[in-house]
């Protein structure tokens, strides 16, 4: 019985421990917000699921992923801001520099695909008009 | 010994050669930030002016050592890259989305500390930003994003 509890308790804190290492959160939590021009559609929502939201959130371990973007505070953000932090997702996919070769290099599958890209892009700019008429 | 110094001394000399091609320094700039947003007050034009129209602008001033290598590669090259990044002499060609991403960065950078970078604020000492002068370059960056918008 005492075994039992120490292989438990060991395989506890063994994947807690793993899930510490490796600190990607998958998981999203946007919540509504007071700008209703943003919106985000699921096949979007699943990109930044997979390949963004890890780093880019309010409780990331990345200092500059949350410093530089943080897909929760989006939907709160003024319009101007929000502006902005689109054109730099559309300018750093189009350049390929997001997710980061450092990350994708742990977690290959977090690469946008071509058609991917293509969609994040296409979001940024359909809010950007939305937004500004641009 | 000697002679390691005259090698020193060889290559310098050989290095001078070497074209640094300093992109070129325009004063009429139509496009420029400041010339066609008479309304941005002056602190700010005056930061903008001394601590990041040398890399972020056509009008690059060129002190005499820029022009000796390998100090002239550098400034080349930091200067074209910051120019390609954000030029304030082009600043009315860009849209008004990558204005505001433009702006957005701005933001962040002098925030954190990245802008100016310390290669060019340990000579230019006049150029480091105190964190009253980040504080107005920061709300001036947010005030204007928004301005763009109304």
Redesign the interface.
């Given at each position: 019985m005492k075994n039992v509890i120490i292989i438990l308790a060991i395989t506890v804190i063994s994947f807690t421990a793993i899930s510490f290492t490796d600190g990607i959160v998958t998981k999203t939590n946007i919540p509504g917000g007071n700008n209703p021009a943003f919106s985000i559609p699921d096949n979007v929502q699943t990109i930044i699921d997979n390949s963004c939201y890890g780093c880019h959130n309010s409780d990331s371990k990345s200092t500059k992923g949350k410093?530089?973007l943080r897909f929760d505070k989006m939907p709160n953000m003024?319009?101007?801001?929000l502006?902005?932090?689109?054109?730099?997702i559309?300018?750093t996919i189009t350049k390929g520099k997001m997710p980061p070769k450092k990350i994708l290099a742990e977690h290959p599958e977090m690469a946008l695909t071509k058609e991917e890209a293509s969609i994040m892009t296409t979001w940024a700019n359909d809010v950007?008009k939305e937004?500004?008429g641009? | 010994m000697k002679k390691i110094l005259y090698v020193i001394i060889g290559v310098l000399v050989i290095i001078q050669f070497i074209p640094a091609n300093l992109p070129e320094v325009s004063s009429d700039n139509p496009n420029d930030l400041l010339l066609n947003n008479p309304d941005i007050k002056v602190d700010v034009k005056l930061i903008l002016k001394t601590s990041c129209y040398d890399c972020h602008s056509n009008e690059t001033y060129y002190p005499w050592y820029s022009y000796v290598a390998p100090i002239s590669f550098l400034v080349s090259r930091d200067t074209r890259e910051g120019r390609e990044e954000l030029n304030f002499s082009e600043w009315t060609t860009y849209?008004?989305?990558?204005m505001?991403?433009?702006?957005?960065?701005i933001s962040?950078e002098v925030s954190?500390g990245e802008m100016p970078m310390k290669i060019f604020t340990i000579i230019h000492r006049d150029a480091v930003l105190s964190d009253n002068e980040k504080e107005i370059v920061v709300s001036w960056a947010?005030d204007f994003?928004?301005?763009?918008?109304e």
């Open positions: 410093m530089k003024k319009t101007g801001k502006v902005g932090k689109l054109s730099k559309r300018k950007i937004l500004s641009e | 849209k008004k989305s990558d505001a991403g433009l702006l957005d960065d962040e954190e947010d994003t928004e301005s763009l918008f």
